[in-house]
């Protein structure tokens, strides 16, 4: 019985000390749950498996001993470096191990680096070719999806990993929801790739679209611009203008200045402007 009230008063503490997550900090707290959906994509998903083979079955049988043991599906430890922002490496990244090069001496330390080679894509929905960093699985990958527009729009953040791939696919939405104002040139092909390509826009809401691919701190920055136009203080002259409008409207007096104002005006300021033409005598 105090085991059953000892669990009880645990849960409940646990449920009023919650830890807070990232989005409960500071400015965080501001982030629209548009960006929450990207990060959870980007970073709470698990990427599909690269480097290894998943096993659907929780058990599986040893061969030699016929023992049964569990199925441990531990992903292996990638290094994602800088430069996989540059590029589109289509899932892959840098594997730290061991290597065992002689069998009389110990095992040393290795990495093994993707091949990386320069080669041209197009893009149908942008209407023009890029010249990107990619792996032989990127390849594979966009020649399976028909083309590099439907790779990725397919591909989820957390397996395009790349800023790059992020942005770019950030811009092919924004094309979309445009209507492909890049094709405006030939209205026939404009709408084929519209009618190709705008299926993909059911997933995502405009305001989703404006935060896909933004980094954390991007995000933040954002939402603090956001923050300082919104409070950004009123002069008062336009404050006391617009009530004056306004009452002046009330009265039912229009509020234009006259001619002779106007002109007045207009000379006033001529004589105060230094690099302006003085009248002659």
């Not at 019985?1 to 849960?11: F, G, H």
């Not at 942008?126 to 390849?139: A, K, Q």
């Not at 950004?232 to 001619?259: F, H, M, Q, T, W």
Request: charged share 30%; proline share 6%.
């Amino acid at each position: 019985m105090a085991t059953s009230r000892i669990q009880a008063t645990a849960r409940q503490l646990s449920k009023t000390f919650k830890r807070k997550s990232r989005f409960d900090i500071g400015i965080a707290a501001e982030l629209p749950a548009a960006y929450k959906k990207f990060w959870h994509e980007w970073k709470v998903l698990k990427p599909a498996a690269v480097h290894f083979i998943p096993q659907d079955s929780k058990w599986k049988r040893d061969e030699l001993t016929g023992e049964t043991l569990p199925v441990q599906n531990v992903p292996i430890p990638l290094k994602y470096p800088p430069e996989i922002n540059e590029g589109i490496w289509g899932g892959e990244a840098i594997v730290k191990g061991f290597q065992k090069r002689d069998l009389k001496k110990r095992r040393v330390p290795h990495y093994w680096v993707p091949v990386l080679k320069r080669t041209v894509v197009k893009s149908e929905v942008l209407n023009t070719h890029l010249s990107v960093t990619v792996t032989d699985r990127t390849i594979k990958l966009i020649n399976d999806h028909y083309g590099f527009d439907h790779y990725l729009l397919k591909t989820p953040a957390c397996d395009l990993v790349s800023m790059l791939a992020l942005k770019l696919k950030k811009q092919i939405l924004i094309e979309l929801m445009n209507g492909c104002p890049r094709h405006a040139y030939d209205p026939v092909k404009q709408k084929e790739i519209y009618e190709e390509y705008k299926t993909y826009l059911s997933s995502y809401t405009p305001e989703e679209v404006e935060w896909y691919g933004l980094t954390w701190y991007e995000a933040l920055s954002k939402v603090a611009k956001m923050k300082e136009a919104a409070n950004k203080p009123v002069p008062l002259k336009n404050v006391y203008r617009k009530n004056l409008v306004e009452k002046l409207k009330a009265a039912g007096i229009e509020a234009k200045p006259s001619a002779d104002e106007i002109s007045s005006t207009t000379s006033w300021l001529s004589k105060m402007n230094p690099f302006g033409k003085k009248d002659e005598a």
